[in-house]
C-alpha cells in the first residue's frame, strides 16, 4: 500500500483562540468544532488495515487456486494517494491574508502615530491657569468663536451655549 | 479665559508702580515681582503669567515699596510721621478745609471699610470658586481625551498583535486538508481487505453450507429407511417387550424404594 504521510503540524489552540477577536468568535469555534470532528475521525481509523491470514484460507477454502490468485490481485493492488486540490487554494489564501494584514498594520501604525502626536501635544500643553483666550483657541481650534458668521455676542448658536 | 482675580478694590498705586518702574531698587526689586514689565530692554517671551496675589499694601492705600523707599533714612516711623506732619500742615493752612462733605466722606467711608473687611474675603472665595469650576471642566476634558487616547493606542497594539496570529489558521486548514485526505486514503484501504476478506469468508460459509445440507440429507434418508424397515410383526414385538422391561424396572424400583 502507499507509504505513511505524517504532515500534521501541532496547532496550539489556546494561543490562537488568545489571538482571535470577539467578533469572529463564531467562526473559531465552528473552526475549532470541524478541526476536532476530522482529528476524532482520523484517529479512530487504524493506521494499517489488518492482515488477511492467507495461509488459514488456503486450508480452508476449497476450491484451489482461487485463494492464490486472490493473494496475487491485492498484493498487486496500488491505491493511489488521494488528490491534493486545497492546499495550493490555501496557499494563496495566505499570501493573500499576508498582503492585506501588511496594509492593515501599516494604517494602524499611521493611526498610532497620530494618536501619539495628539498625546504628546495634550501632554506638553500649557497650564490652563496660565492660557490666554488665544492660546485655548490654539490648543483645542474646535474653542474658536466663528466671528465671522456670528459676528454678534455669543458667536455662536444660541442653542449651543 | 482671562485671569480673573479679585483683589483689593484701591491698587491704584499698583499701576503707578507698572508705570514708573522703581529706579532706587535693583534690577527687579519690588516687594511682589513676578511680571516686570520694561524693566530690560529684552522682551520677554512668552509673557509670564499674571500674579496670584497683588502688590502689598500697607493700610489699603500705601504700597509696601514707599515704606521701604523712606526706611533707610528715617526708620520705620518716617513715613507715619511724613503723613501726619502733611496732615496736619493741611488742616493748619487750611488748604483742606473741614465741611459737611468731610463728615460724610467718613461716615461713608467707615461704612465701606467695614463692608469690604466682613464680606470681602468670602465674595473673593465665590469668584475663585467660579473659575475653580471652569478650570476643572476644561481640567476633566482634557484627562479624559489622554485617557481615550492611551486606550486607542493600545487598542491599535492589540489589534496588531491578532493580525501577527494569522499564520495559525492557515496552519489549521492546512492540518485539515492532510487529515482529510490521511482518512480518505485509510478508509479506502480498510475497504478493500474488508471486501476481499468478506469474498473468502462467503466462500468458506458457502463450502460449510453444502456440507452441512448433504449430512442432514443423508441422516435424513438413513432414519426414513430404517423406520420404513421396521414391519409391524418387529414393531409389535419390540412394543411387547418394552412393556416387560418396564414392568421389571417398576418392581425393582418399588423394591428399592421399600428396602
Not at chain 1, 110 to 128: G, S, T
Not at chain 2, 92 to 103: A, F, R
Not at chain 2, 134 to 158: S, Y
Request: glycine letters at 4%; charged letters at 25%; proline letters at 6%.
Amino acid at each position: 500500500m502507499a507509504a505513511r504521510r505524517v504532515a500534521l503540524k501541532a496547532i496550539d489552540w489556546v494561543a490562537f483562540a488568545e489571538r482571535v477577536p470577539p467578533n469572529q468568535r463564531g467562526m473559531f469555534n465552528a473552526l475549532k468544532t470541524r478541526s476536532d470532528a476530522i482529528a476524532a475521525k482520523l484517529a479512530s481509523l487504524p493506521e494499517a488495515p489488518a492482515a488477511i491470514d492467507w495461509s488459514y484460507y488456503r486450508s480452508a477454502v476449497a476450491r484451489i487456486g482461487m485463494v492464490d490468485e486472490f493473494e496475487k490481485k491485492f498484493k498487486a493492488l496500488q491505491i493511489p494517494a488521494p488528490v491534493d486540490t486545497q492546499t495550493s487554494t490555501i496557499d494563496a489564501q495566505e499570501a493573500e491574508a499576508t498582503k492585506s494584514a501588511l496594509v492593515y498594520t501599516e494604517a494602524c501604525k499611521a493611526r498610532i502615530a497620530q494618536y501619539e502626536k495628539e498625546l504628546d501635544k495634550l501632554k506638553n500643553m500649557i497650564p490652563f491657569d496660565e492660557m490666554t483666550i488665544e492660546d485655548l483657541n490654539d490648543t483645542f481650534p474646535e474653542t474658536k468663536l466663528d466671528k465671522v458668521k456670528y459676528p454678534y455676542w455669543p458667536h455662536k448658536p444660541i442653542a449651543d451655549l | 479665559m482671562t485671569q480673573f482675580n479679585l483683589i483689593s478694590p484701591i491698587n491704584i498705586c499698583n499701576a503707578w508702580w507698572l508705570i514708573h518702574p522703581p529706579t532706587v531698587m535693583a534690577s527687579c526689586g519690588l516687594v511682589q515681582a513676578s511680571r516686570c514689565l520694561h524693566t530690560s530692554s529684552q522682551s520677554l517671551a512668552p509673557v509670564p503669567p499674571l500674579p496670584e496675589k497683588p502688590g502689598k499694601v500697607r493700610h489699603g492705600l500705601i504700597p509696601e515699596e514707599f515704606f521701604q523707599l523712606l526706611y533707610p533714612k528715617t526708620g520705620v516711623t518716617g513715613p507715619y510721621m511724613l503723613g501726619t506732619g502733611l496732615a496736619i500742615y493741611m488742616l493748619s493752612k487750611e488748604i483742606y478745609i473741614i465741611n459737611s462733605s468731610t463728615l460724610v466722606a467718613l461716615t461713608v467711608g467707615s461704612f465701606f471699610i467695614y463692608g469690604v473687611k466682613k464680606f470681602g474675603p468670602s465674595i473673593a472665595e465665590f469668584a475663585d470658586k467660579l473659575n475653580e469650576e471652569k478650570v476643572a471642566k476644561v481640567q476633566e476634558v482634557k484627562d479624559l481625551a489622554v485617557a481615550g487616547l492611551a486606550q486607542a493606542i493600545d487598542r491599535e497594539k492589540k489589534e496588531q498583535w491578532r493580525v501577527e496570529g494569522r499564520s495559525l489558521l492557515f496552519d489549521a486548514k492546512r492540518n485539515n486538508v492532510a487529515a482529510l485526505l490521511e482518512t480518505n486514503h485509510r478508509e479506502r484501504l480498510h475497504m478493500v481487505t474488508n471486501e476481499v476478506k468478506k469474498r473468502l469468508d462467503y466462500q468458506i460459509a458457502l463450502q460449510n453450507l453444502h456440507r452441512q445440507m448433504e449430512q442432514e440429507h443423508m441422516v435424513n434418508w438413513v432414519e426414513k429407511s430404517v423406520i420404513s424397515s421396521i414391519t409391524p410383526q418387529q414393531e409389535k414385538e419390540s412394543i411387547a417387550k418394552c412393556i416387560t422391561d418396564l414392568k421389571a424396572l417398576a418392581r425393582n424400583t418399588q423394591a428399592k424404594a421399600t428396602a
